[in-house]
């Protein structure tokens, strides 16, 4: 089930970021700025994941996951190959709208899954394990998408992925049970709880909103450098199209899994026997992020900046372990698959809908003075909210302990 869950997980950042490695031949055919680029990649795909996630994982709450993630990954995959088949902005953009209402049925549910799989001293591996499909799928995504791109057209690169997304859901469902709610905790399952009852147990807990707005913080940076740094790549640097795409590839795929795996196994040994280190270990890691970012993106030399970027890439990713086992355990189990989606609407209409285009957005204002160099600066600009979002995640350790929820059993903590 978890190989499953891994696949899946790894074809949704496949069809999700593939768009990155794709800006300049997409550009270039369609006619597109950096600022409508950055508009399709960002509120295109985040403003209805984030609107649609949170009534899914309701019904996620109360219904059975496995069928919910087997019609989410056909949706997602089906408006992927269709993005292949747009002739303008607006289709696209679209067509994109698609891929993220699919998608919103995608990750609330399977981290509630997860909680019924594993538990409470596993579950920060078992979520680092789960989570492995980002720099699997973001990887994966940017080289294919790169070699196809080249090989053949953009546009198939879309299309192949796609119908693979659409085969696998069966396969998917096959293999995906759903064990049932609160399988690791005390007493019989509970009915499931109101929207309104969520809200309101998540508003009365200051330490889910620290994290949600310092996860959304850095995501915001993140995942408008995997955007972009293909573009960035090719401007600054002159590498082609198939060159970036297999450097950015073996970079996301090497410091990604190193992050979150590090992230996962760290959280398990250091969260049990002080919850404030779910929150404390990405504060420290977002701290050393900006400086590393700063020193990478300065550098003269493509394959300097790409070394250079593994340790930040690696830093980046730390906190989704932690912090999604942390945020699961925050509330009762009957709630867990919502509050989930919760934290994702928030980390993803900030990280999603604003990383990629306010790059794109300062790229532009800066095309005047600075060429092709304008890109650099706007990423470095950006790269800034690290700061806040270490601050965030600072804050949010404090808190944490005291808004633990404790109905489950668990090891005995300390605050």
């Known amino acids: 089930m978890m190989g499953m869950l891994l696949v899946a997980y790894t074809l949704n950042f496949f069809d999700r970021q593939i768009v990155g490695i794709l800006t300049e031949p997409i550009k270039a055919d369609l006619g597109l700025s950096d600022g409508q680029l950055g508009l399709m990649g960002g509120p295109a795909f985040a403003?209805?994941?984030?609107?649609?996630?949170?009534?899914?994982?309701t019904l996620a709450d109360r219904r059975n996951r496995s069928w919910i993630m087997t019609v989410a990954l056909a949706v997602w995959s089906l408006m992927t190959a269709v993005c292949g088949l747009a002739q303008n902005f607006w289709q696209l953009f679209l067509a994109r709208v698609g891929v993220g209402i699919g998608e919103a049925g995608g990750v609330a549910p399977a981290y509630s899954l997860i909680s019924d799989l594993y538990?409470?001293?596993q579950r920060s591996r078992a979520v680092a394990f789960f989570s492995l499909g980002i720099p699997l799928g973001t990887a994966a995504g940017t080289v294919f998408g790169g070699i196809v791109a080249t090989l053949i057209?953009?546009?198939?690169?879309f299309i192949i992925v796609g119908v693979a997304g659409v085969l696998f859901a069966p396969v998917f469902k096959a293999v995906v049970?759903?064990?049932g709610h609160g399988r690791y905790d005390a007493g019989p399952p509970?009915?499931?709880a109101p929207l309104g009852r969520v809200f309101r147990t998540l508003a009365a807990k200051p330490s889910f909103w620290l994290m949600g707005f310092g996860a959304g913080t850095a995501s915001m940076v993140s995942y408008g450098l995997t955007f972009w740094l293909s573009s960035f790549f090719i401007r600054s640097y002159g590498l082609t199209l198939l060159n970036a795409s297999l450097l950015l590839g073996a970079l996301g795929a090497v410091g990604g899994l190193?992050?979150?795996?590090?992230?996962?196994?760290?959280?398990?040994r250091l969260g049990v026997g002080n919850r404030s280190r779910y929150a404390l270990l990405p504060a420290a890691a977002f701290a050393i992020v900006l400086p590393t970012y700063l020193l990478a993106l300065l550098a003269g030399d493509a394959w300097l900046t790409a070394a250079l970027l593994l340790v930040p890439t690696a830093l980046s990713l730390v906190w989704l372990g932690p912090v999604v086992t942390a945020v699961t355990n925050l509330v009762p189990p009957e709630m867990r698959a919502t509050a989930s989606a919760s934290f994702l609407?928030?980390?993803?209409?900030?990280?999603l809908g604003l990383g990629s285009p306010l790059i794109g957005a300062i790229s532009d204002a800066l095309q005047a003075r600075l060429g092709d160099e304008a890109l650099r600066y706007s990423i470095l600009l950006v790269a800034g909210f690290y700061v806040l979002a270490a601050i965030l995640m600072l804050l949010a350790s404090r808190k944490l302990a005291r808004d633990w929820y404790e109905a489950s059993p668990s090891p005995a903590v300390t605050a």
């Open 47 to 57: 403003l209805f994941y984030t609107a649609f996630a949170i009534p899914i994982a």
């Open 119 to 121: 538990p409470p001293e």
């Open 153 to 157: 057209d953009w546009r198939w690169a």
């Open 177 to 179: 049970k759903d064990p």
């Open 190 to 192: 509970a009915a499931p």
């Open 258 to 268: 190193v992050g979150i795996w590090l992230g996962g196994v760290l959280g398990d």
């Open 345 to 351: 609407f928030i980390n993803n209409l900030i990280g």
